[in-house]
């Protein structure tokens, strides 16, 4: 099955204690289906000094759950489905639901 959410995607937030903020994609684990949205679900790490860096308390963004995110209409920027088309060249490009508007350039 083709990924209906990828690296570089406008995603928006749907639930949890960052809902409603918006990011961009910036890591996709496919296996656990997860993904890294760009400051967004901030957590904070505390690590020990080591050469090269100085340690301390670290922000640093974790994993959302693919369910928990939907990507950004390009029109609106409102959350909406993925859907597929094929072009007349025979590419398979990714189309939002909400708009119909083309994701994939």
């Known amino acids: 099955m083709a990924a209906k959410i990828k690296k570089g995607d406008n995603v928006v937030v749907l639930t949890g204690r960052d ?5 961009t994609v910036t890591r996709v684990l496919p296996k ?3 993904v890294y949205v760009q400051g967004v679900n901030l957590v904070k790490r ?3 000094p080591k050469p ?3 340690g301390g308390i670290l922000e640093k963004e974790a994993a959302l759950h693919l369910s928990n995110v ?3 209409d390009p029109k609106d920027g409102k959350p909406t489905r993925v859907g597929f088309s094929t072009l ?3 590419r398979k490009v990714r189309v939002a639901k909400r708009s119909g508007e083309q994701i994939d350039r």
């Not at 809902?19 to 990011?23: I, N, P, R």
């Open 19 to 23: 809902k409603g903020k918006a990011g």
């Open 88 to 90: 007349e060249d025979g």
């Open 46 to 48: 505390h690590t020990a």
């Open 70 to 72: 939907a990507i950004a």
């Open 52 to 54: 090269g860096s100085p």
């Open 32 to 34: 656990e289906d997860r």
